[in-house]
């Protein structure tokens, strides 16, 4: 069975950096893409970056570009989401996303709070 279990989440002042990570289990890691999606208070859950199985290929909104960097580690099978430079509306719930074959995961999620 797969699963995912992000941590890395807390509190920050504008301006700070956190680095979520989230391990993965109960599939090949290396042969998916992982995804970092996020969910704000009263908001739909947006995609915020991705990256493919070999982690060559990265994608960001255009609202953390710049800011955010996607990467993974396929013998420890964990993605990261390194977010500098962090914003009032980078406040959400971010969960790692993963699609195999026609069934798509989800982790429990991390609270990120930015607040001064």
């Known amino acids: 069975q797969v699963q995912l279990v992000e941590s890395g989440g807390g509190l920050v002042q504008p301006g700070g950096s956190l680095r979520l990570s989230c391990a993965a289990s109960?599939?090949?890691?290396?042969?998916?893409?992982m995804s970092w999606y996020r969910q704000a208070p009263g908001k739909e859950r947006e995609l915020v970056a991705n990256?493919?199985?070999?982690?060559?290929?990265?994608n960001y909104a255009d609202s953390v570009k710049g800011r955010f960097t996607i990467s993974r580690d396929n013998v420890k099978n964990t993605v990261y989401l390194q977010m500098n430079s962090l914003k009032l509306g980078d406040t959400a719930v971010y969960y790692c996303n993963t699609r195999v074959f026609l069934a798509t995961y989800w982790g429990q999620g991390t609270q990120v709070t930015v607040s001064s």
């Open positions: 109960g599939l090949t890691f290396r042969n998916y893409a």
């Open positions: 990256i493919n199985s070999a982690g060559g290929t990265t």
